[in-house]
Structures are given as structure tokens and as C-alpha cells.
């Protein structure tokens, strides 16, 4: 990825999705959450090693994280690039999945077919049963994102996060509904670039995977 020129107000997050675990890699796959804490599978690692090579050459001065195993071995591959330690954030965590963590999306349409109609109506208000709904995701991991916007102008920084989260901080930044979270891809480590420039925030890059071949 060519860094572009950088300049003492602007910040740009380049947010990555971490690499596969082998609940991402089964068919169909199996809802992880926040408590299921995996780590990477042979072809996760080479795809996180894959994003640290895309980033190399881009003047990162820090490399946040989710705790969670998945992003923070994704983030290390990013970080090892440029000598730096990751930061590790709990407002980044992956959304609570509930009752529905561990299981595929067929399983749960069978056994809360009622819950999981209510979700799919509306996820900003109808939770993973028994979990966060993506409201609940946008107020403890936005705030948190938008921070780092702020704090890092003129300097570009990494985030290792999640599916919903990537996808709910998107969502915001574009001013569009969760409603339409299922329209924003976020393949495993793909890379999404957001830019605050001149105090406006702009998503330059949507799942990029070039670097995955």
C-alpha cells in the first residue's frame, strides 16, 4: 500500500480486520464473539503476515488492538514491520454474541428463529440473544475510534479490530444506519482506511484484499 504524503492535520487509521481462526474457516462458519478467543489458523497468520507486508512502507507511529487473541496477532504482524508494541483496548472487542456464541447462523435460525428475524429486522435494537446489539457496539468502541483520530493528527496509526466493530465505526462514519451493516464487507485481514482531515472524518477505503492475492 503507497502511503500518501502526510501532513499536521490529518490523521488516516488503516483498521484491519484480523486474520482467520478456524471457526472464520469452517462452512458455514461459526459465530466467535467475545468470549471464544481462538488464534489464528495457518492461513490466518500467512494473511496477517500478508497485511504487515501491505503496511511496511506506511509511516504507522502506533498499532492499537482488540484484545482478543486474533487481533492482537494480527496487530503484532503489523507492528513487527515498524519495531513497534501494540496497545491493547478493550472498547475494540468484538460485540457479544450472546447465547448464539459458538454456534453457525443456520443452527441459530432454527433454534431462535423468532430472536434471530428480530436481529436481522434490526440489529441497532434487537441483540445477539442474550448479547450486544450494534448500538451497544457503537457506544463503547466510536468514542474510542474517533479519540484516536484526534489524538494522532498528522501521524497514521493501525487498528487491529473485528468484524461488527469495523463495520459499526464505518457505518458511523459514512452517517449511514446499522441497518445496512451487512452492505460494509470486511473479509479476514482486510484493511479499511478513515481519514480526519482539517477535523473532517472521511472512509477512504472500504475491505481492501489486494495484498491477499
Not at 36 to 62: F, H, W, Y
Not at 141 to 155: D, M, N, V, W
Not at 166 to 172: E, G, K
Not at 182 to 193: F, L, M
Request: proline residues 6%; contains cysteine.
Amino acid at each position: 500500500m503507497t502511503a500518501p504524503s502526510q501532513d499536521k492535520n490529518t490523521c488516516r487509521i488503516y483498521l484491519i480486520r484480523h486474520g482467520a481462526t478456524n471457526f472464520n474457516n469452517a462452512r458455514p462458519a461459526i459465530l466467535q464473539g467475545c468470549r471464544l478467543n481462538p488464534a489464528l489458523s495457518e492461513e490466518g497468520r500467512l494473511q496477517a503476515e500478508q497485511a504487515g507486508t501491505m503496511l511496511a512502507d506506511v509511516p504507522l507511529t502506533t498499532v492499537y488492538s482488540s484484545p482478543l487473541l486474533r487481533a492482537m496477532e494480527t496487530a503484532e504482524c503489523v507492528a513487527a514491520t515498524h519495531g513497534l508494541n501494540v496497545m491493547p483496548h478493550e472498547e475494540l472487542t468484538e460485540v457479544d454474541v450472546g447465547r448464539w456464541e459458538g454456534l453457525t447462523w443456520p443452527t441459530i435460525m432454527e433454534r431462535h428463529p423468532e430472536e434471530y428475524q428480530a436481529f436481522i429486522h434490526d440489529a441497532g435494537r434487537f441483540p445477539y440473544l442474550g448479547g450486544e446489539n450494534l448500538t451497544d457496539v457503537h457506544l463503547r468502541a466510536t468514542p474510542f475510534l474517533r479519540s484516536l483520530l484526534e489524538k494522532h493528527q498528522g501521524e497514521s496509526i493501525a487498528v487491529a479490530g473485528h468484524n461488527i466493530v469495523n463495520r459499526v465505526f464505518l457505518l458511523d462514519v459514512m452517517e449511514r444506519p446499522f441497518g445496512e451493516f451487512r452492505s460494509i464487507p470486511q473479509d479476514n485481514a482486510a484493511i479499511n482506511v478513515v481519514r480526519r482531515k482539517n477535523g473532517k472524518d472521511k472512509v477512504v477505503t472500504i475491505n481492501s484484499i489486494l495484498h491477499l492475492g
